[in-house]
T-cell receptor, first 109, second 115 residues
């Protein structure tokens, strides 16, 4: 079983739509949680950290459920520029990042 | 401020040859990480340097891979001899302090193709 599981997609949504991505992780001792964004043939870039209390950054909302070992990302009012692969990332008790395979989002006009 | 840089951007070599990848972290970042993405798989951790010391090398696939960070600045990752399954994108990342709360900044990656 993979340490971090994501639906690979692709999710094809029209501009203005709301889209949600989910992720589960297997190590209950995981300490930190992130969503990274990766554009085609580019490096991953941090989108936002994820906290149990939930956090919001503009159109993006992330949520963590430690009991269910579940992480979510909600994107509201999708833009064409949101098209990318979204990577769910956790860290165990060490500093290394554990990545999911990513969920591909394509926003169309 | 310059970001993480990697060289070369692409490398095509034959099986059995040697390739050396280089990473220059953001200036002042003591922590340097190597990751790899093989086609169709997730990005996987290879190793972590704190300055010139290897903090965690649990992700190194085998002894054909050798990473160094002499002087605690740039790092090299050498693959010798390269095998077909070594093909993929090798990312380097750096951070100022260790720990999950500190953002790791990634370089653009080196795309390695072993024929």
């Amino acid at each position: 079983r993979k340490e971090v599981e994501q639906d690979p997609g692709p999710f094809n949504v029209p501009e203005g739509a709301t889209v949600a991505f989910n992720c589960t992780y297997s190590n209950s001792a995981s300490q930190s949680f992130f969503w990274y964004r990766q554009d085609c043939r580019k490096e991953p870039k941090l989108l936002m950290s994820v906290y149990s209390s939930g956090n919001e950054d503009g159109r993006f909302t992330a949520q963590l459920n430690r009991a269910s070992q579940y992480i979510s990302l909600l994107i509201r009012d999708s833009k064409l520029s949101d098209s990318a692969t979204y990577l769910c990332v956790v860290t165990p008790f060490t500093d290394k990042l554990i990545f999911g395979t990513g969920t591909r989002l394509q926003v169309f006009p | 401020e310059a970001g993480v840089t990697q060289f070369p951007s692409h490398s095509v070599i034959e099986k059995g040859q040697t390739v050396t990848l280089r990473c220059d972290p953001i200036s002042g970042h003591d922590n340097l990480y190597w990751y790899r993405r093989v086609m169709g798989k997730e990005i996987k951790f290879l190793l972590h340097f704190v300055k010139e010391s290897k903090q965690d090398e649990s992700g190194m696939p085998n002894n054909r891979f050798l990473a160094e960070r002499t002087g605690g600045t740039y790092s090299t990752l050498k693959v010798q001899p390269a095998e077909l399954e070594d093909s993929g994108v090798y990312f380097c990342a750096s951070s100022q302090v260790p720990g999950g709360e500190e953002t790791q900044y990634f370089g653009p990656g080196t795309r390695l193709l072993v024929l």
